[in-house]
């Protein structure tokens, strides 16, 4: 985990920082697609209502995050 300079917020004051939060999910959901697709791993999607499986090849990974995840 990366020490941001607002590492010295109480947790309370981090829960509260929803910019902050929706960042860091979505950077975790591209590395968990990212390794996803690395490992030859399908994924699941919720799409039109149900539940649909994407093949590893089909992932759709921007080329900037296709790095070696941390």
Known sequence: ?????????????RVDDIPRTLRALREAVQEALWRHKLAGNPVAI???????????????V???TLREPA
Do not use: F, N, Y
């Not at 985990?1 to 004051?13: I, Y």
């Not at 919720?46 to 759709?60: H, L, M, S, T, Y």
């Open 62 to 64: 921007p080329t900037r």
């Open 1 to 13: 985990m990366t020490k941001t300079p607002d590492s010295d917020l109480t947790p309370a004051q």
């Open 46 to 60: 919720w799409k039109a209502g149900r539940v649909e499986w994407v093949q590893p090849e089909d992932i759709p």
